[in-house]
């Protein structure tokens, strides 16, 4: 067992155990997949109470980077899982709420970056993956009488999806985390504004354009038709 890491004593006790996590991954001495220790061989190797490894892993928690589980079994103990876009997700959705984030930047942004996404992809090497999940996606939304969150849902994996073939891991994370963060924002607009059926059959129309231009390598036509996409959608929604 390694030695205790030193800490100031100002830090709080569980900020050991979360540097300790931190260089470990970055070391690669622990992976994903991983399990880490338990709460009584962390508190020990660390000379902490429980309670601060508790609130340690509950913190990894909520940034993502841990699943805990109770009970025994593959599945149980606290397993390094890393998702970085849900827990950017769900801190930039409380800040959306406190509005110190208004939904007109977060579009903007999201407009910002998957403009570039589609660009860029157009000379990216692709995942054929991705591009058949965007194409299943697309498949998905054309189920008639599908509610609108479910719709809006499927919306959001696609966009995602395409963004993704540009190749770039933050892009597509933050992607992820700005649609997160606006996610019930739309839900909400869209069962107020009373025009469901009219505004998806427009939205299938226009991701099919997307995506054809994205098919044919055409960046330039493809980030023009998703800025037109997004502005036309939140201009009748919200």
Do not use: C
Request: charged content about 25%; aromatic content about 4%; overall charge negative.
């Amino acid at each position: 067992m390694s030695e205790p890491t030193p800490r100031p004593a100002a830090d709080r006790a569980h900020d050991a155990v979360l540097r300790h996590i931190e260089d470990r991954l970055r070391s690669g001495e622990i992976k994903l997949g991983d399990r880490l220790p338990g709460e009584r061989a962390l508190a020990e190797q660390f000379g902490i109470s429980r309670a601060s490894v508790r609130d340690a892993i509950r913190a990894l928690e909520v940034m993502g980077v841990v699943r805990s589980a109770t009970g025994s079994g593959p599945n149980a103990g606290t397993i390094v899982v890393s998702d970085p876009s849900a827990a950017l997700g769900s801190a930039l959705r409380l800040h959306v709420a406190s509005q110190r984030l208004p939904v007109k930047d977060i579009v903007e942004a999201r407009i910002m970056m998957e403009t570039w996404s589609l660009s860029h992809a157009a000379d990216a090497p692709w995942d054929a993956a991705r591009l058949a999940e965007a194409r299943r996606l697309l498949e998905a939304m054309d189920e008639r009488g599908l509610p609108s969150p479910a719709f809006t849902a499927l919306d959001a994996q696609f966009h995602v999806a395409l963004s993704a073939l540009a190749g770039n891991a933050v892009v597509s994370t933050m992607m992820d985390s700005l649609r997160e963060a606006i996610r019930t924002y739309v839900d909400e607009a869209v069962l107020a504004h009373g025009e469901w059926d009219s505004i998806a059959a427009e939205l299938r129309e226009q991701h099919r354009g997307i995506l054809e231009a994205v098919e044919a390598r055409d960046g330039e036509g493809a980030a023009r038709l998703v800025r037109e996409h997004i502005e036309w959608f939140y201009a009748r929604t919200l």
